[in-house]
């Protein structure tokens, strides 16, 4: 009787010995993974990092795991980056579009990106066994994780990171067309007030007097900005930009200053 309880003893053990193993080879490069985050700057609030993704990952087993919307997309991501843990995510309310259609045999793909929260960013550098070598930004607030390395659950959380990058480039050559439009509006005037572009003062109630000349106005300017560019990657260490952006300022200072033309080239390369 003591034998065979101790069979079975020995039995449980190497079973949860086993598990032990298992589990550490499945999550071994997960830890090398977080263990590599690296903070580039050191402002006071929101920060730009780095992160090796040296794990095994399958985009195709996450498409494959039968995506219908948001929230299975994200159940989809977890099994993948965190397999066997019992983790939850609540979907977020995504404003972004994306499209994708087939063109002479070639994959086209476009998307729009709205996002109005400040946030970190992490550059994700990838080299998948069956994928191009790429590096990639990931906003880190869409994971709860403005601080990546402050504990242990936002560092997990950062195993999502290669699912969930905004813009990035890979090895092979790619052409990347963009468009912005943004508007600055720092005009703070008060409803009546009168500017005097002689004096560059501005007159309360919209009467030119000497007393009194106090306003509480402020003329800073509205600026708007629309621009168009061209990105073109060579490979993964060399991409050539260039863009030509149109701005139209209001400013009560410099009436004759409106229209604003610049034309911009850019030559980036990574070591």
């Known amino acids: 009787m003591k ?28 830890l090398r993974t977080v263990n590599s985050i690296e903070q580039l700057t050191n402002y006071d ?28 997309m994200i159940d989809a991501i977890l099994k993948e980056a965190l397999p066997l843990l019992p983790v939850k995510m609540k979907a977020p309310q995504f404003g972004c579009s994306a499209f994708g259609t087939v063109l002479d045999r070639h994959i086209v793909m476009g998307r729009n990106y709205d996002f109005k929260r400040d946030t970190s960013a992490m550059l994700v550098y990838c080299a998948p066994k069956n ?15 403005n601080e990546p390395d402050a504990n242990l659950k936002k560092k997990l959380a950062c195993l999502t990171a290669p699912f969930i990058c905004l813009d990035g480039m890979n090895e092979k050559n790619s052409l990347e067309i963009v468009a912005r439009y943004s508007i600055v509006n720092l005009n703070d005037i008060n409803k009546g007030d009168f500017f005097l572009i002689g004096k560059h003062v501005f007159y309360p109630g919209g009467v030119v007097s000497d007393y009194p000349p106090v306003s509480t106005s402020i003329g800073g300017g509205k600026m708007q900005a629309a621009t168009v560019g061209l990105n073109y990657t060579l490979n993964q260490y060399i991409k050539v930009m260039g863009e030509y952006k149109y701005s139209r300022l209001s400013n009560v200072y410099y009436p004759m200053d409106k229209n604003f033309h610049e034309l911009q080239m850019r030559l980036m390369v990574s070591f």
Do not use: C, E, H, P
């Open 3 to 30: 034998k065979r309880i101790l069979q079975v003893v020995l039995g449980i053990l190497l079973v949860l010995l086993l598990a032990i193993a298992g589990f550490g080879v499945l999550y071994a490069g997960r």
């Open 45 to 72: 609030d929101y920060n730009l990092y780095r992160m090796d993704i040296r794990y095994d990952y399958s985009i195709d087993d996450v498409i494959n795991y039968g995506i219908t919307d948001n929230q299975s």
């Open 131 to 145: 994928g191009y070598k790429s590096v990639a930004l990931t906003a880190l607030d869409n994971i709860s994780a």
